[in-house]
């Protein structure tokens, strides 16, 4: 606790920052470490060339829902993004197709919309690039794109939404399925966690022990690489968690450098997108913040110092998306 | 047409029902047809050792949506009953753990509890008696009940909600999993169908068509099983649909006389819960009804009537049960 306090203030001092900001019943200056954060955007970034309306958004819900684009007729991107699980599945691999067991967790999907890069390896950069990708793995959905898009064409009300939505000679296809899929996820945004209320000037939304996790947070480094509004850089970094040997990064580009290396998760609502790491094999945040400090920081953190941490984890979950089941047809 | 007109004058006269009552267009009395049919309660019957509380239905919710009481980790009993798909799957024949294909089409639990027996087989007569043979069997949930209990009771919100609802030493136990599923699919009701608002005096409620289609419902003798709040008698009848050779109630009592006898299943929302009949080998309400035609009256319908009941059942979809998604833990 000397040690951490001490490198705090000359952290403080070295950068500038005044210690006339917020200051907390033990003495500390929260300014500072507000400044590290940022708020969750109300709204996602949308790109120019998949502009967002209300009925394609609504298009894209029913498609994140829709079963009947897998092979099997039961498998939707919801089986494996579950609303009920924070859209995600709370196992530790992905279970897909025949009961295949895939080889990575399943990334929730809320907030994605803020990420530069998709998938734990990120093969993917949009949400878009994404959204096909599930549909055809053979242990997932299994299902080839173009029988999908016939699926789909079988149904009146598709053809009719997505000639609204999309026009053309033959709306129905694979980019406007991912365009629709890509428009929805923008919408699973998570609001009014703790931490955002906190920025937004609400000094109770925190407790003072999730104060003290956050300082750690800052201090020990952690949002070098969990920053920005998803809590993540979007970029890869090496990390080999206990029992994995996947060589992620490395399996897409192929680079020496690249070698057991992920993209950063988000965390936002990583209290309730348990389990984690690319293998999912650690079921706690508390085991997962010892894992982090190991790994990254060869660091031993004291049980204080971890719970201080879960705790903070525990703001930065915000409110799940409302929106009722859709109507498939 | 002639014949049949013939014979509903001949009945009516012969119940000595009032020709004074509501009159179509073409002259038909609409009240003697009115009166073979039952509006949908808002509330189900709730048995005395079953009581419903909101607390009780909320906890039913979550388990009905929860996979982890699946082997797989990733199958609850909204995966085949999905909300999005009429409370069913739509597609012929369930499919479940290891995407294994079950031997029948998945029922619909919207209006199950208006039904006295359960299943295509009946082999439970309550909900209560249903709710757990889909998590034990190895094609479907394959979860051994005192391990989904055991997983159950990992969770400290389970442990406190199982308290809260039911008390006792243990509260944890397959029959308590039981009780608050069927309290949850008690609320699962569809009101408000168009059928329900020409009962309760909207004339305009069903179309001309419609009302043809409800005349033939009625004359050709189809009411006859489907009768009562959910349109079913909950008997069992001998039908064997194209394709099939299930021996249905047969397996159940081992009685000659069930030899592929099945419950008559609800036509409440019959449209929105395709495909059709034990083994879902009929995909349109059209040849299902011809097929019905043929197998329980002996009888060729010409088109125009056969589109007329069509018509009649698109009349029967009621409100899909509005809620929100469960949170769980």
């Not at 992905?94 to 803020?114: D, I, K, M, S, W």
Request: charged share 20%; with cysteine.
């Amino acid at each position: 606790m000397i040690l951490r306090r001490s490198l705090t203030l000359a952290a403080g001092l070295a950068l500038g920052l005044s210690l006339a900001g917020t200051a907390t019943a033990d003495g500390h200056d929260m300014a500072r470490y507000k400044d590290r954060f940022e708020p969750i955007p109300s709204i996602a970034p949308i790109p120019a060339d998949n502009t967002q309306t209300a009925v394609k958004v609504e298009l894209g819900k029913m498609l994140f829902f829709e079963p009947r684009i897998s092979a099997s007729g039961v498998i939707s991107c919801a089986t494996c993004h579950n609303p009920a699980l924070g859209f995600a599945d709370r196992i530790p691999l992905a279970v897909g197709h025949l009961g295949q067991v895939g080889e990575r967790n399943t990334p929730t999907v809320l907030n994605a919309a803020f990420l530069d890069a998709q998938f734990w390896d990120g093969r993917a950069a949009t949400l878009e690039e994404q959204a096909l990708g599930p549909i055809e793995a053979g242990v997932e959905m299994a299902m080839p794109l173009d029988e999908a898009v016939q699926r789909l064409k079988e149904f009146d009300v598709y053809e009719e939404m997505f000639n609204t939505v999309f026009g053309g000679d033959d709306p129905i296809n694979a980019d406007n399925v991912a365009n629709a899929l890509a428009s929805f996820q923008r919408t699973l945004i998570t609001p009014n966690s703790p931490l955002d209320r906190y920025l937004a000037g609400d000094e109770q939304a925190l407790s003072d022990q999730q104060k003290r996790g956050m300082r750690s947070f800052v201090d020990r480094g952690c949002v070098a690489c969990h920053r920005g509004p998803a809590l993540s850089d979007s970029m890869f970094h090496r990390i080999q968690v206990p029992g994995s040997t996947d060589l992620g990064r490395n399996l897409v580009t192929g680079e020496e450098r690249d070698r057991h290396a992920f993209r950063t998760p988000t965390l936002r609502n990583v209290a309730v997108t348990y389990p984690y790491f690319n293998n999912g094999q650690v079921a706690s945040l508390d085991e997962a913040i010892q894992v982090m400090a190991r790994e990254m920081l060869n660091l031993e953190l004291e049980e204080d110092e971890v719970a201080d941490m879960v705790a903070f984890m525990h703001a930065l979950t915000g409110d799940m998306p409302k929106f009722s089941f859709p109507a498939l047809p």
